[in-house]
């Protein structure tokens, strides 16, 4: 079973995904992946190039704050070479900001949202990246509204420094494993009756 963590910037799906590689389970992560596809691919940097005309990090910043149509063009070249890739790699867990606005979702069978209110968010992507409040919130804004996400999403961990992450995960953990687990039982109910 392939499951997604999705949440936006600046909620913690890497400190989750960092809690999940403790327990063994390596997480596919879609950012780091664009980055490497776009260092090594070059048919991406081809098309990346033709598009944005230089491919250091400020000018594709600029390039994609500047419009959503700009957003959805490179999203158009690098998304199916990050999901192509994805699925090449025989890992079962995806991490995605954009979860459902790039499509990954259709790669996965369960999604779990990581959320954390709007101000824990804003400081630690503050932090972080070193950008003003009205860059963090600027970023925010490409992105789908927490609630919304929390609303399709299967589960949910809340990074909000007060709830116990660990065992959000062991939760989620558990309840996946009966997932499969119930899913095998039907699988070998219904190949029992087909004989």
Known sequence: MKTGIAGGIGSGKSYVAA???ARGITVYD??????RLI????ELRRQLTE??????????SRFLLASEENQRAINAIVHPAVFADFLESGLDWLE????YESGADRYVDRVVVVTAPEEVRIGRVMRRDGISREQALQWMARQWPQDKVRQLADYEIVNDGQQDIDKQIDDIIRSLSRSIETSKH???ETSKHRK
């Open 51 to 60: 598009l944005i005309g230089s491919l250091d990090k400020a000018a594709i």
């Open 19 to 21: 809690r999940l590689a």
């Open 186 to 188: 039907r699988n070998t």
């Open 96 to 99: 995605s900001a954009i979860m």
């Open 39 to 42: 260092r090594t691919s070059p």
């Open 30 to 35: 879609c950012d780091a992946a664009a980055k």
